[in-house]
């Protein structure tokens, strides 16, 4: 919400702002780039953070693409012939494919890099249960083999949520999945340059002159020709959003990703910035530990819905504007086709605290301390971890807020350990719209125990309804499955969904063909 103090803060910034990249405009064909924070993780199959998403986008390519309307598009592959009442696939890798190391991207490598990758996302281990043989027969095909028709496959090789389905030399593929390739190479528009990268501060990618991005269709989200203008991108880590709409008012830097409501004012008054709402959403959620007191207990999970508010949390973070905001949210994107009210009752209404502080404690509720890990350094998941230790002290809970930068954020995360042993109990998190348009995709909602996503959640009957779903006839029949998803949902509450929003990005106005919704580097164009 903007108040007099952001103003001026926000205006000190422009008048002291150090100059970050020289007093010497930038060469045209360099395009500098401010991310949502810093990139720490280079794996994007071995992380989930959106930001190593979006550097993996620049390096890696996929065999699928996804357009602007949520279709597959083939990318890498030139196309797939599916036979034997599907249960064969046969992909074919198109000319002129090669890995920043100058080897020609092989059918082997995408047999390993789809292995590798399987073992980690959610929907790749539902597409490796599927499977009977995959292989190679020649360099330029790729052969599956099924054990039960399985007509995702081109949308989960084409996903645009991490992790990525990234393919790679087979010799980085091979690597073990539980710890992240020891080499950042690539086949995509942009190579990684390592030298140049400098911790907290710079990533440099220069543009790989032997990509061939492909000879027809649209480009479009993921889908379609991806085409590099720009020789150079720099990433440069701004933490403090005033410098950085600083620097961009300056034209010291060109883009940057995510524009917070409080300088929109001044973005917006500024000749040289166009400030845009993307047409994608996200939303974000509170993320529960399930292996822990007390949220291992489904009872004080659900009794605690009756102190969440949504529009608490998307107000604190997004401010006033309902264009960039809604409530309302379950687990599907709203004006979904799978998107229904199932359970949504439960949010709506005054919240009562008192009566959440009676339910919970009667849940059994016995004092035990609970850990909000808050990111600092992202100042929407600070604003909402914010408002979740405020609900939770509200009714009555012993919380304990791990204020910390998001490196240190994400490696806690990861522990299974009891908070007095340097675990956790609730994160702030989101999930782009193109995660959440069904059930399979949705890497929250899988609730298969220690294999699920962190917080690790285990619903024998969430799994069984989610293949339920994957197997459904039509339309209609998984409409019908998602509805009974979500009412299950609200029993187990893997997660708290707590508001969808649009993000909000600025950008030097001589840029066109920005990226619609996805932050990717392809297509843009300086006039």
């Given at each position: ?46 992380n ?10 620049m390096?890696f ?5 996804m357009?602007?309307d ?13 036979e034997n009442?599907?249960?064969?696939w046969?992909?074919?890798?198109r000319?002129?494919?090669?890995f920043?190391d ?11 890099s789809?292995?590798?990758?399987g ?21 330029r ?6 054990k ?9 090789l ?12 087979e ?27 400098v911790?907290g501060?710079?990533?440099?990618y220069?543009r790989?002159?032997?990509?061939v991005?492909r ?20 990433w ?18 060109d883009w940057?990703?995510?524009?917070p ?6 973005l ?10 993307t ?15 007390p949220?291992d ?35 599907f ?8 009210d199932?359970?949504?009752a ?26 909000v ?32 930068d ?25 999930f ?8 399979v ?9 220690a294999r ?16 339920e ?16 998803i ?22 030097q106005?001589n ?17």
């Amino acid at each position: 919400m903007q108040t007099r103090r952001t103003i001026l803060a926000a205006t000190s910034a422009l008048l002291a702002a150090p100059r970050v990249v020289g007093a010497q405009p930038a060469a045209a064909r360099t395009l500098r780039f401010v991310p949502q924070t810093d990139l720490t993780v280079l794996d994007p199959v071995f992380n989930t953070a959106t930001v190593t998403l979006t550097h993996g986008g620049m390096v890696f390519d996929t065999l699928y693409g996804m357009d602007a309307d949520y279709n597959l598009q083939p990318q890498m592959v030139a196309g797939h012939v599916v036979e034997n009442d599907g249960l064969q696939w046969t992909l074919t890798l198109r000319d002129g494919l090669r890995f920043h190391d100058g080897e020609p991207v092989r059918g082997r490598d995408c047999v390993a890099s789809i292995r590798r990758w399987g073992a980690r996302d959610m929907f790749g281990q539902e597409l490796l249960a599927a499977i009977d043989e995959l292989s190679a027969p020649d360099d330029r095909t790729i052969r599956f083999r099924l054990k039960r028709p399985f007509p995702l496959l081109a949308r989960a090789l084409g996903k645009v949520t991490a992790p990525m389905p990234a393919m790679m030399p087979e010799r980085l593929a091979l690597t073990d999945p539980s710890r992240p390739v020891p080499e950042i190479i690539g086949s995509g528009p942009f190579r990684f340059n390592t030298a140049e990268r400098v911790s907290g501060v710079r990533v440099v990618y220069d543009r790989f002159e032997r990509y061939v991005p492909r000879p027809e269709g649209t480009p479009s989200r993921t889908a379609g020709p991806k085409v590099a203008h720009f020789d150079r991108v720099e990433w440069h880590v701004l933490p403090d959003y005033a410098t950085a709409a600083a620097a961009l008012q300056q034209n010291e830097v060109d883009w940057v990703e995510f524009a917070p409501n409080d300088l929109l004012p001044i973005l917006r008054r500024a000749r040289n910035v166009a400030v845009k709402v993307t047409e994608d959403s996200s939303v974000s959620i509170l993320r529960l530990n399930h292996l822990h007191p007390p949220f291992d207990n489904p009872a004080i999970r659900r009794a605690l819905l009756g102190a969440l508010d949504q529009a608490a949390y998307m107000t604190a973070t997004f401010g006033d504007d309902r264009n960039l905001w809604r409530s309302g949210v379950g687990v599907f994107v709203p004006n979904t086709p799978m998107a229904n009210d199932a359970g949504l009752a439960v949010l709506e209404g005054p919240r009562d605290y008192e009566k959440a502080r009676q339910d919970i404690f009667a849940a059994g509720y016995k004092g035990e301390k609970v850990v909000v890990l808050q990111p600092m350094d992202l100042p929407t998941l600070k604003a909402m971890s914010e408002v979740a230790v405020d609900m939770l002290r509200r009714v009555g809970m012993n919380v304990e807020p791990f204020a910390a930068d998001w490196g240190s954020v994400v490696q806690r995360r990861g522990s299974r350990e009891p908070v007095e042993r340097g675990g956790w109990s609730v994160f702030p998190s989101s999930f782009s719209a193109a995660g959440l348009l069904d059930p399979v995709a949705n890497l929250g909602l899988r609730a298969n125990g220690a294999r699920a996503w962190f917080g690790w959640p285990d619903s024998p009957d969430l799994e069984r309804l989610r293949q339920e779903w994957m197997a459904a006839p039509d339309v209609a029949a998984q409409q019908a499955k998602a509805r009974e998803i979500q009412t299950q949902f609200f029993q187990d509450l893997p997660y708290y969904p707590i508001g969808e929003f649009f993000r909000v990005t600025a950008h030097q106005r001589n840029l066109v063909d920005m990226p619609v919704g996805l932050t990717t580097f392809t297509g843009i164009r300086r006039t």
